[in-house]
Each structure stands twice: as structure tokens, then as C-alpha cells.
């Protein structure tokens, strides 16, 4: 079974421009949490999708975004990059939260 | 505001040692998670508690509901399990929905 897939693996922006992440979940998984892990800091809950519909964000600017696909896919998007949303992001997909997640690999974003 | 604490935030010890980890939190939770980050950032989910005790190899993590206090010990330690462990919550939402607050890890590093 193909585990929690993103891409990705890095990317290299400029501040300003605006990034799309992707996020493939686990074959039968419907939502999709993603975390933001900046250098120093632990991780922080950005966003969590799950049937197409956004259900919570965490404390984060409305620059960050996202969206779900009806095959329970999901793009982050980050807009107006700053400096300091240089991070490893992180997506992680669950059947039901109360039977736990599984974190994919990360995409690290570098903003210059 | 719900907190997690771990500690300590930085542990070395020889190959073979009793590894010990503590997380302490401060708001009723649905559950417990530890996760194991390596070098490059893929996070590995290696527990769920709501209640009691858990065993996965030479790993054992306990949670204590009633103290909000859990611990991820490690017996016969390797230089494999040289990573960074991090415990994470779910806080009751009442309803509502909150992604999971996480502890800003333990560094472990095992030297043979």
C-alpha cells in the first residue's frame, strides 16, 4: 500500500511569489491534515480537509490556503511568500483521527 | 491554551541504556500520539493512547489520563533509534475539530 505521498520534495521561491504543495493521501483515507514545521519551532496544525470541505485552520494568515480533490488529494497554497515561511510542511491523512494518522515525507520550502 | 511539555530536549546515551521521554499536557484529550522524526524530516507514527500502555518491539509508551502525563521508553537502545521523538495531542473539541498540538521533541541520539 503506497503510503501518504507529497511533492515537492523541496522547493525554492522568491519572496512574493506563491507556492503550491501537493499532497497525496492513503487509498481510502478522507482527510488530510497539514503542519507547518519552521526551523526551531515544533510542529504547528495549519489546515485539516476532509470531504472536499475545509472543517479548521490553525493560527495562521488567510495567504495560507488549500483545497481538497474528490479523490481526497489536497494542495496547499501559500501566497505572498515571506521569509519566514521558510518550513518543512508536512501532510498527513486518516480514515478516522481516532484510529490515527500517517504523515507523509514533507516538503521543504525555502523562500529567498 | 493547551500546552505540551516534553522533556528532557535533549538526550545522549551508549548503545544498550533504558531510554526514558516524558510529555506532560495541560487540556483533556482524546488521545496520544509519539512520533519519530529522522534526519530530513519524515515523521513516523509509532503510537496511539487514550488509556494505559502500549508495546511495539523494544518501544513501550504509558499515559497516565487522570496526570496528563505520558512516557515513551526505549529498552536496549540502538544507534538506529538516534532520531527526534515527538508527543502530540488531541484535545477534546467539544463537538468542533482541532488538528493536534504537538511537544517540540526530543532529540535522541544513541552512541555505540
Known amino acids: 500500500e503506497a503510503g501518504v505521498t507529497q511533492s515537492p520534495t523541496h522547493l525554492i521561491k522568491t519572496r512574493g511569489q506563491q507556492a503550491t504543495l501537493r499532497c497525496s493521501p492513503i487509498s481510502g483515507h478522507t482527510s488530510v491534515y497539514w503542519y507547518q514545521q519552521a526551523l526551531g519551532l515544533g510542529l504547528q496544525f495549519l489546515l485539516w480537509?476532509?470531504?472536499?470541505?475545509?472543517?479548521n485552520r490553525g493560527n495562521f494568515p488567510p495567504r495560507f490556503s488549500g483545497r481538497q480533490f474528490p479523490n481526497y488529494s489536497s494542495e496547499l497554497n501559500v501566497n505572498a511568500l515571506e521569509l519566514e515561511d521558510s518550513a518543512l510542511y508536512l501532510c498527513?491523512?486518516?480514515?478516522?483521527?481516532?484510529?490515527?494518522?500517517?504523515f507523509g515525507s514533507g516538503t521543504r520550502l525555502t523562500v529567498v | 491554551k493547551n500546552e505540551v511539555e516534553q522533556s528532557p530536549q535533549n538526550l545522549t546515551a551508549q548503545e544498550g541504556e533504558f531510554i526514558t521521554i516524558n510529555c506532560s499536557y495541560s487540556?483533556?484529550?482524546?488521545?496520544l500520539h509519539w512520533l519519530q522524526q529522522h534526519p530530513g524530516g519524515g515523521i513516523v507514527s509509532l503510537f496511539m493512547?487514550?488509556?494505559g500502555k502500549k508495546k511495539h518491539g523494544r518501544l513501550i509508551a504509558t499515559i497516565n489520563i487522570q496526570e496528563k502525563h505520558s512516557s515513551l521508553h526505549i529498552t536496549a537502545s540502538h544507534p538506529r533509534d538516534s532520531a527526534v521523538y515527538i508527543c502530540a495531542v488531541l484535545p477534546y473539541s467539544g463537538g468542533g475539530a482541532d488538528g493536534l498540538t504537538f511537544g517540540k521533541g526530543t532529540h535522541l541520539i544513541i552512541q555505540p
Open positions: 487540556v483533556g484529550i482524546s488521545a
Open positions: 498527513a491523512s486518516s480514515a478516522d483521527r481516532d484510529y490515527g494518522y500517517t
Open positions: 480537509y476532509d470531504e472536499g470541505e475545509e472543517r
Open positions: 493512547l487514550s488509556s
